[in-house]
């Protein structure tokens, strides 16, 4: 591509991020003293390994750390009260990134730090109105990757053609890449959405090398972050479908547009342009190569996440394969960059490890299964730093199984023993090859392990002990695994958690509790909620419905479209099953959940009104037309692909909301709301409260001050589950 022409572009775009200085965090300076009851977790390691940078919310509120890895010495490094969600040592041990939520809310920025608490700056994000995340570090330490998500340009606002738009075929359906047949195997679905979505190289490029992608699948265009659709493809230059002319955006105006960056935190360097997207809240750059000729991007929206090879020099597209939903870090470049280590459910059921062999270009001329297990998904990949051994974690019924497997020998994979049901992040630390592990279990809080190389894992001191996962006098309850069968015939999953004290045989009120996404699953983790609920003498069945990831493929598909009324159907069927096996108490069922889980939730008490006798719904959609109209324009084109199209699929979508149907209603609800969520915003909880008192029902709505779509500060958490607690309590007649 022409200089002047790239210039161009990346002018009709958004501008790149400029770092900007604030002063130093609080370092060593400043560590206050921890409540007993804490979390600990996304750990980085920094290049020697004897370090650890760590998000830990001791203080009531997730903030980020480091510490010595096998030693007791942490120190808060920012103090700032916005919430941290994720961290990134460099590899030459200069920076840690980091990425906040200011004001608890939805937009995010990206902070780089000294270890010392010196140099503190805005990397990206800074902008108003502006969202920023972090992608991976360049191999050298020099840049980090940022992905930067900015509003549509006003309405009349016209982008300049640069480069002629690459033409798109018509696919038929947003989902043609998938096998055939593949909507009958769990029950019937409905496709919907037009072709194409995207685009990574500004030049237009499509996967020319034999990715196996349908022609003119993933061509390139310039266009979004956080993880979260595109109907048409737009053109390199911006005048595709959305922008001058056509209108892909939801509302038929201009999509959002993402933008990719390696920068310097230094600010020495000028940001270098990656990748670009229109529109599916899912673009993060994953790897770069040694050399810095290819980069790793994941893009797409749910449901349809593409792993993308991106030649730096002309960004135009190498190769495209398709990877699952789930952890953004899909993959690595071998040193010599002719191999793609890639976790990746292509043309697959279930996730597994791939090794693609990549020509001078990125173009793959080779595919071959290095790892994969039957029936289980590999969820978790992380590289020692020389690229010859991995680190995999296996989903193996909800629950992790961790091996290391040497990349270079034949060698048989080595079992590394857990303490704990779930591995939630794997960091690989130091040159010998030792590892830092974040682990989750139903019996502790989340917290992170050290595992030097061929020894054991050891909780590391600052994490908190097992012993002060619950108050004293409550102990902590392990789940037993469920298989409930829907009425169709798909098998479902799920844990029962079973209050103490109860005679064995003797049914007990039960709450139905479910999950986001849809594509979440429910694991054996610690749930604080779940624990004030069992000491409250109520049972907990946290099902996965159809839709739920951990289950294959075609089971995560199973409910698009009309599909979703089936996994409506699915949560009765989930608690037909706990009564009919005994465990609950049919006359004292409730149902609760968050996000999607929160939509499932009013769907349940408005489709099967005389089988709960309360519900907690908590930041869900009670209007699929108004969330739709008011969510974030990335979220909003992402979920086109999960729900249908606002406008192609009016109908459907109207009659898939609970408003539509809040005449059924019949119990009291609980709606629980984050002020600042943009995601679902408040509104959804707002309108179905207030139809709910029309009809002289009892309502109420708990807004929590300083949250958005997640709720992250201790005292907010505290609030939201005694409320809802209580709430359950009082409804259930205990």
């Not at 609950?584 to 089988?611: C, K, N, Q």
Request: hydrophobic share 35%.
């Amino acid at each position: 591509m022409a200089a002047d022409a790239r210039d161009r572009l990346i002018g009709a775009m958004s501008a790149a991020p400029v770092p900007v200085p604030l002063a130093d965090a609080a370092g060593t300076r400043d560590t206050p003293r921890p409540l007993v009851a804490h979390g600990c977790w996304y750990p980085s390691a920094d290049p020697t390994g004897e370090w650890v940078a760590f998000i830990c919310d001791r203080t009531g509120v997730p903030q980020l750390w480091t510490g010595l890895a096998d030693g007791s010495e942490i120190h808060l490094l920012d103090a700032d009260p916005d919430p941290v969600t994720e961290v990134s040592w460099s590899p030459d041990g200069r920076w840690i990134a980091y990425t906040v939520a200011p004001g608890g809310g939805e937009h995010t920025r990206v902070l780089c730090v000294r270890p010392d608490g010196t140099g503190r700056r805005i990397v990206a994000g800074a902008d108003a109105g502006s969202s920023a995340y972090l992608g991976c570090w360049t191999r050298d330490g020099s840049a980090v990757a940022v992905t930067v998500a900015e509003p549509p340009p006003p309405t009349g606002l016209t982008v300049r053609t640069v480069l002629p738009e690459p033409s798109a075929p018509d696919h038929g359906t947003a989902f043609g890449d998938l096998p055939t047949g593949w909507a009958e195997r769990d029950g019937p679905a409905t496709l919907l959405g037009g072709a194409g979505h995207g685009e990574v190289g500004p030049d237009g490029s499509g996967p020319d090398h034999g990715t196996g992608a349908p022609a003119g699948h993933g061509t390139g265009v310039a266009g979004r972050a956080t993880d979260g659709p595109v109907h048409g493809t737009a053109g390199p230059d911006g005048e595709g479908p959305g922008l001058d002319g056509g209108g892909s955006g939801l509302d038929g105006g201009a999509p959002d547009r993402l933008t990719a960056y390696l920068v310097d935190p230094s600010g020495l360097g000028s940001p270098v342009l990656v990748a670009a997207e229109s529109g599916a809240a899912t673009l993060r750059v994953c790897d770069v190569s040694q050399d810095g000729r290819l980069a790793l991007v994941r893009r797409g929206p749910r449901g349809r996440r593409e792993a993308v090879v991106v030649r730096t020099a002309d960004l135009a597209t190498g190769s495209v394969l398709r990877v699952g939903d789930g952890d953004p870090w899909i993959g690595r470049f071998s040193q010599d960059g002719r191999t793609l280590w890639l976790r990746s459910d292509h043309e697959r059921q279930f996730a597994a490890l791939l090794a693609a062999t990549l020509d001078e270009d990125g173009g793959r001329v080779g595919l071959s299964v290095v790892a994969e297990r039957e029936g289980s998904d590999l969820e978790l990949l992380a590289f020692a730093e020389d690229g010859r051994t991995a680190a995999l974690a296996w989903n193996v019924r909800g629950a992790s199984e961790l091996e290391t497997l040497s990349l270079s020998t034949a060698a048989r994979p080595r079992r590394v023993p857990l303490p704990h049901e779930v591995v939630t992040r794997i960091t690989r630390a130091g040159p010998a090859g030792g590892t830092v592990l974040a682990l989750s279990g139903s019996q502790r809080r989340p917290g992170v392990w050290w595992a030097p190389p061929g020894g054991l894992s050891a909780r590391t001191p600052w994490s908190s002990r097992d012993e002060d996962a619950v108050p004293p006098g409550r102990p902590p309850v392990r789940p037993v695994p469920l298989r409930p069968t829907a009425r169709d015939g798909v098998r479902l999953g799920g844990w029962y958690y079973r209050a103490a004290g109860r005679d064995a045989g003797r049914p007990g009120p039960c709450v139905i509790h479910l999950h986001g996404g849809p594509e979440e699953q429910e694991r054996p983790v610690f749930d604080p909620l779940y624990h004030e609920l069992l000491g409250r003498g109520l049972d907990v069945f946290a099902p996965d419905v159809r839709g739920s990831s951990g289950w294959g493929r075609s089971f995560v598909d199973a409910d698009l479209g009309t599909g979703r009324f089936a996994a409506i159907d699915d949560v009765a069927d989930c608690a037909a099953h706990v009564v009919l096996d005994g465990l609950a108490d049919p006359t004292r069922l409730a149902v609760m959940g968050r996000s999607y889980g929160g939509y499932l939730t009013m769907a349940s008490l408005v489709w099967h009104p005389e089988l709960f006798r309360t519900g907690v719904a908590v930041c869900g959609m009670s209007d699929l037309s108004t969330f739709f109209a008011e969510t974030e324009p990335w979220i909003a084109e992402s979920a086109a692909h999960k729900y249908g199209h606002p406008v192609r699929d009016r109908e459907l979508l109207r009659s898939l909301s609970p408003m539509s149907r809040v005449d059924a209603l019949r119990v009291p609800l609980l709606a629980v709301h984050g002020e600042h969520d943009t995601n679902v915003p408040p509104g959804e909880s707002e309108q179905m409260v207030r139809a709910a008192r029309e009809r002289g029902l009892p309502a109420e709505m708990l807004t929590l001050r300083d949250e958005g779509h997640e709720f992250r500060r201790a005292d907010n958490r505290r609030l939201f589950r005694r409320t809802a607690a209580d709430w359950m309590q009082r409804h259930l007649g205990l």
